[in-house]
């Protein structure tokens, strides 16, 4: 089988490849991987044809390899051309994130107790409204209104980080706990 297709097979991968080198490793792979079919038993009817396919699958491996690792070498570029880190890495917007849980979380610790604990429950741990109501010892309507008062502060509060007016009063913590980020 080895010298029957080599010569045929070397010319078929080096035409497709235009480099004769690369399709002589490209058959030898591809001899491999046959023959080690042979040697698991593996009945081959055609033995030309599944040489072919398998050499076919090893130059799209390769390619496709070659794909992942064909990058420009960031110390080579120009710190001009180097890419810019992704917006939430950059420090202003960790900076902007911070404050804004900051200020979500002190809203929703400026909630009264049983409004802060209903909000909590359903927000957080994905409890139902009954359920709630059931390990508080509640009304459902009852902890619908705590529910409701808790988004409707936080939504001051998101208001309020937009800087966009409206719905003072119900969130003083996020006034008091929030700067706004200094702008370049």
């Given amino acids: 089988m080895v010298t029957r ?5 070397l010319n078929f991968c080096a035409r497709a490849l235009q480099d004769r080198d690369a399709a002589a490793d490209i058959v030898q792979e591809s001899y491999a991987r046959v023959l080690a079919m042979q040697r698991a038993a593996v009945p081959i009817a055609e033995p030309r044809a599944l040489l072919y396919q398998t ?4 130059m799209v491996d390769r390619h496709r390899r070659s794909l992942l690792r064909d990058h420009r070498d960031l110390d080579g570029l120009p710190e001009a051309e180097h890419p810019a880190a992704a917006a939430q890495l950059q420090p202003d917007a960790i900076a902007a994130s911070t404050q804004g849980v900051n200020a979500y979380v002190a809203t929703i610790e400026a909630l009264p107790p049983r409004c802060r604990e209903a909000f909590v429950l359903h927000v957080f741990d994905g409890l139902s409204h009954a359920e709630i109501a059931e390990r508080m010892g509640a009304s ?3 902890v619908e209104k705590h529910i409701a008062r808790g988004r409707l502060a936080c939504r001051a509060c998101e208001r309020q980080l937009r800087g966009e007016s409206g719905g003072e009063g119900l969130t003083a913590s996020c006034d008091s706990n929030y700067k706004k980020p200094k702008k370049p």
């Fill in 140 to 142: 459902v309507s009852m």
């Fill in 55 to 58: 050499a076919r699958h090893v």
């Fill in 5 to 9: 297709y080599y010569r045929e097979l």
